[in-house]
Nanobody, 117 residues
Framework: QVQLVESGGGLVQPGGSLRLSCAAS????????MGWYRQAPGKQRDLVAS???????TYADSVKGRFTISGDSAKNTVWLQMNSLKPEDTAVYFC???????????WGQGTQVTVSS
């Protein structure tokens, strides 16, 4: 069973930066989309950013200009560079990979990001 392993979360002050990483424990073939979602307490899980196999990138409006997603499908790895962090960015961040014509869906276990002074 393939697992997605995330790292890079933590506590940071407002205005600070963090870089999240996500790597698959085994090769995932035919990746269609790699992305990051986040879920704050009491709220639904929302898309933060995604990158499709052709290279097109989507960002949530709330993170545009501050976050940058990058990925390497050959290495089954995706990153999220987060700059100018705000308290409202506080959430558990989940890595997501969809493959095989979107029929296979993988989730990471989540990594906590807390933005607070």
């Amino acid at each position: 069973q393939v697992q997605l392993v995330e790292s890079g979360g933590g506590l940071v002050q407002p205005g600070g930066s963090l870089r999240l990483s996500c790597a698959a424990s085994a090769i995932i073939y035919d990746i269609n989309v790699m992305g990051w979602y986040r879920q704050a307490p009491g709220k639904q899980r929302d898309l933060v950013a995604s990158i499709i196999s052709g290279g097109a990138i989507t960002y949530a409006d709330s993170v545009k200009g501050r976050f940058t997603i990058s990925g390497d499908s050959a290495k089954n790895t995706v990153w999220l560079q987060m700059n100018s962090l705000k308290p409202e960015d506080t959430a558990v961040y989940f890595c997501n990979v969809r493959a095989n014509l979107m029929r296979d869906v993988y989730w990471g276990q989540g990594t906590q990001v807390t933005v607070s002074s």
